[in-house]
């Protein structure tokens, strides 16, 4: 099946400096890609939609500021985490979605906060 | 607004049983049905897509069922093994491009 990787996997950032994930579609062209948000125990919550060469769409409740979105190509998304705090910690997965059908997701990012 | 729900939310079983997952969602006019695994700590893998116009795909071990009319999608799992222990999750497609809604999942336990 398609591919979706996602970079780091891991990555642990002093509290206020910023941090960027990387979701990459890798044997297929992704015009849309999603950001999802999971807490422990919980499922997935839909934090922004990314679309390739216009702005994303964020959920409500989510600052578009604090998480920037850039989708510059049709293979590329990502995700800042800007000035970054504890609370932010969590686990960041993206998902592409192969000829509007089936989704695939990115490995995931543990991002701790401390 | 489309809601899924997932029941039961855990489940533990003996290795070698025969298992179903349940998922049920409310507005019956979806795009297509995928389930998902996932692992502690890991990202999700694609288990099944079941498009709306299909009722079943089958991977292995795993059948997946689909009543687009009574809202509901089953995941049957044959001969359980300890390997099968993940969390299960049930997400609807209500269109091509958009964002899957997810139901929060079954966490699955087989005992050896």
């Known amino acids: 099946g398609a591919v979706v990787s996602q970079h780091p996997s891991r990555v642990i950032c002093k509290s206020g400096t910023s941090v960027k994930i990387e979701c990459r579609s890798l044997d297929f062209q992704a015009t849309t890609m999603f950001w999802y948000r999971q807490f422990p125990k919980k499922s997935l919550m839909l934090m922004a939609t990314s679309n390739e060469g216009s702005k994303a769409t964020y959920e409500q409740g989510v600052e578009k500021d604090k998480f920037l979105i850039n989708h510059a190509s049709l293979t590329l998304s990502t995700l800042t985490v800007t000035s970054a705090h504890p609370e932010d910690s969590s686990f960041y997965i993206c998902?592409?979605?192969?000829?509007?059908?089936?989704?695939?997701f990115g490995q995931g990012t543990r991002l701790t906060v401390v | 607004k489309q809601e899924v729900t997932q029941i039961p939310a855990a489940l533990s079983v003996p290795e070698g049983e025969n298992l179903v997952l349940n998922c049920s969602f409310t507005d019956s006019a979806i795009y297509n049905l995928q389930w998902f695994r996932q692992d502690p700590g890991k990202g999700l893998t694609s288990l099944l897509l079941i498009q709306s116009s299909q009722r079943e795909q089958t991977s292995g071990r795993l059948n997946a069922s689909l009543d687009k009319s009574s809202g509901r999608s089953t995941l049957y799992i044959a001969a359980s093994q300890p390997g099968d222990s993940a969390t299960y999750l049930c997400a609807v497609g209500v269109s091509g491009n958009t964002p899957l809604v997810f139901g929060k999942g079954t966490r699955l336990s087989v005992i050896a």
């Open positions: 998902s592409a979605r192969q000829a509007n059908t089936e989704a695939f």
